[in-house]
């Protein structure tokens, strides 16, 4: 009988992920604790704040060709794009985890995070994220920060978020030459703002393993991109009694940003936070400088990010042709979270090259505003800037184009932006949602 409760036992634990068996000399069974993976730990703390962790075998949605989600974890995703039906535009639902930041002056705050991708192959399938094996060149940058276990195997991290600002923006006059209005902007302040130690690049204990984790909330407020369910933006901002930040569901509901690739729409992503102040204020993200210390601006595919390309003076009138507006200055002009300015990307998760931070390469428009298509691929990019219809924006950091395989022309702006990409469905997919996408 003894042998036969320990049997048991240790089958109970084992599944559990905290024991292995072993037989003693007397044939008895011994349970033996291993230390449990990060996976696990992540994944028990979804389960024990009332949400159902990501099962690789069996998760909460499958997902089609069609709909094309590169995060198996996702828990809903709204493609309902008409803002006239859904004034938040597309959303989806994370699973979300509960950690500690660390302030300045060395107190610890409980934080809510998600994490979207992860540097080793094995924890981005049990995590249900994005494998992203550039985030590794971060390591030993300064651009990314530490991590300890609790005791209860909840994450700390090194830095801080302060969600309590109030974000505004005033768009920027015409340039001399009139070519730029609107962008750059005369005056941003970020909705959020990082300390000196945060960084989303987290180093897992103990490992060279780095996910991407961006805080969501803290007992200063919600991060900016968390919509509130009727649309009221100013209802929005810091509202912790917001239902769409559902710390008892373990998930959180964010606004999807649009996007073109391949001279394909609907890349959907979001943007957390920015190493710049004006992309945090115009994207709604949180102002992180410690990301300027990741490797390298303008270098690719060395370093830890990816070029994209947004445009400054894109096309503010909507001609009626399906491709709609674009640009920065589109965005700066626009009320707060009625336009984003749909930027240009290269690859999507799908490439071994991904990486989620975005190493931002603006272009500037030579030509007249009735005359600037909308930009929906690099290589119409690189086109037009042999063409002279595009150049690099007067206002990059680095006036001469680095080694970019991507774009010989092109400059880097000097701007880094986080923004992991969700899904990039087919036309036949908007207008439907999949799984619990919001919280009404």
């Not at 994370?94 to 610890?108: C, H, I, V």
């Not at 991290?157 to 505004?168: I, N, Q």
């Not at 960084?199 to 961006?214: C, E, G, K």
Request: charged share 20%.
């Amino acid at each position: 009988m003894k042998n036969f409760r320990n049997t048991t036992a240790a089958i109970l634990l084992a599944v559990l992920g905290l024991t292995s068996c072993d037989i003693n000399d007397d044939g008895d069974t011994i349970l033996i604790e291993e230390t449990p993976t990060a996976a696990e730990l992540l994944l028990n703390s979804i389960r024990a704040d009332g949400g159902t962790p990501f099962d690789v075998s069996n998760p909460a949605l499958t997902f089609t060709s069609a709909q094309n989600v590169f995060l198996p974890s996702v828990l809903g995703i709204d493609f309902r794009v008409d803002r006239s039906v859904v004034p938040q535009g597309p959303t989806a639902r994370f699973p979300m985890f509960r950690g500690w930041e660390t302030l300045p002056d060395g107190s610890q705050r409980e934080a809510y995070y998600v994490i979207t991708e992860a540097s080793d192959a094995n924890l981005a399938r049990d995590l249900g994220v994005i494998f992203a094996p550039r985030m590794a060149a971060a390591i030993g940058s300064g651009g990314e920060q530490d991590s300890q276990w609790t005791e209860d195997g909840r994450l700390v991290f090194e830095g801080s978020v302060d969600f309590s600002p109030k974000r505004s923006l005033i768009a920027g006059g015409p340039s001399e030459d009139g070519m730029l209005v609107g962008f750059p902007p005369a005056e941003v302040n970020p909705g959020a703002i990082a300390d000196d130690n945060w960084s989303s690049f987290v180093v897992l204990p103990d490992t060279n393993i780095v996910i991407n984790a961006q805080l969501v909330a803290n007992s200063t407020g919600i991060h900016d991109r968390i919509p509130h369910p009727d649309g009221n933006s100013q209802a929005q901002e810091d509202d912790l009694n917001n239902p769409n930040f559902a710390p008892d569901q373990a998930s959180v509901v964010m606004q999807l940003l649009d996007g073109w690739h391949d001279d394909r729409p609907y890349y959907f992503h979001i943007v957390t936070d920015t190493s710049d102040p004006a992309p945090a204020a115009i994207e709604l993200g949180v102002f992180a400088p410690k990301l300027n210390n990741l490797p390298a601006f303008g270098l690719f595919p060395g370093g830890s990010m990816l070029p994209f390309s947004p445009t400054a003076n894109g096309r503010t009138v909507d001609t009626g042709d399906g491709q709609g507006v674009q640009g920065l200055n589109t965005a700066s002009l626009s009320d707060r979270q009625v336009q984003d300015p749909t930027n240009t990307f290269p690859i999507d998760p799908s490439d071994s090259r991904y990486s989620p931070m975005w190493d931002a390469h603006i272009t500037e428009f030579t030509v007249p505003a009735d005359e600037r298509p909308i930009l929906t691929s690099f290589d119409q990019i690189n086109t037009l800037l042999e063409q002279g219809i595009l150049i690099p924006f007067r206002g990059n950091l680095n006036q001469e184009p680095l080694a970019n395989s991507l774009s010989n022309l092109l400059t880097a702006t000097g701007a880094i932006i986080n923004c992991p990409v969700i899904t990039q469905p087919d036309g036949s997919v908007i207008g439907t949602q999949i799984g619990l996408p919001r919280n009404q």
